[in-house]
Every structure is written in C-alpha cells, then in structure tokens.
C-alpha cells in the first residue's frame, strides 16, 4: 500500500557553506517506515540551497565554497542589497544550484553514492534559521 510521510526540518547554520544534513534525511527515512519509495527536499528559501556533493574530503566542499564566491563575489556592485552586501550574491548562488532534490528510497534508506552526502548550502554570512520541507512517497 502507497504511504507518504512529510516534515519540515530547521536548520540553523553557523556560517555560510556547505552543511551536511545526510544523517538528518537518514533519520527522517528510517522513522517514516517506508523502505521502497521517493524522498524529495526542498529549500523554502531564496538566498539558500541544496546539493549532493562528496562528504569524506572536506577540501572539496571548501573549493566549492570559493568557486560561489569567485562567480558571484560581495563587491560587483550589484543593485540588490536590501539585506545588506551578501544578499545578491546570496540569490545568484541560490539560481546556479537547486533548491529541490529526489533521492530514491531502498530497504528503508536513501540511495547515495559511496561519497554523496546531502547539503544544505548556506549563501548568507549571518544566515537565518532555514526550513527545509520533507517528503517521502513509498511502500
């Protein structure tokens, strides 16, 4: 029988980067009872998003954070700043990556690679507290 199972999760980072959240959609999965299905995250936000990306070197998650900062940097001038100077930069880094992932769901477990991990990918220095909405559809 077809069962779904939905959740928002806060997060607060305490920086701007790459947050791992894996362990959090694992629990998420496990709780629900679901073992065959499809998981769907989405950030509900404009200024923040979220990635699959290795999770056991953490140099690679730095080279990505300075890659957003090289392509959308504070200081381009940008006529956006209602939020202060990271806000613009925030949003195009947030339209360059996804907002909303699927993750297939198998013997009750997200299906990621041997590397893969989820993030949250934070854009803003002083961030807010984030919701990132759940939703499981399975058997």
Do not use: K
């Not at 381009?76 to 806000?87: L, M, S």
């Not at 013997?107 to 590397?115: E, I």
């Amino acid at each position: 029988m077809l069962r779904q199972s939905s959740a928002i999760l806060p997060i607060r980072a305490s920086r701007a980067g790459l947050i791992e959240i894996t362990d959090s959609m694992r629990e998420f999965v496990a709780n629900s009872g679901i073992q065959e299905g499809l998981l769907t995250i989405f950030c509900r936000h404009t200024s923040a998003s979220l990635m699959f990306q290795e999770n056991a070197a953490p140099a690679a998650r730095r080279d990505i954070e300075r890659f957003f900062e090289r392509i959308a940097p504070e200081d381009a001038g940008y006529e956006h700043d209602d939020e202060g100077p990271d806000d613009m930069p925030a949003h195009l880094r947030s339209a360059l990556t996804a907002t909303e992932l699927s993750i297939p769901v198998q013997d009750g477990r997200p299906v990621l690679g041997t590397w893969q991990g989820i993030f949250l990918f934070e854009h803003r220095r002083n961030p807010p507290e984030r919701e990132i909405a759940l939703h499981l559809v399975g058997e």
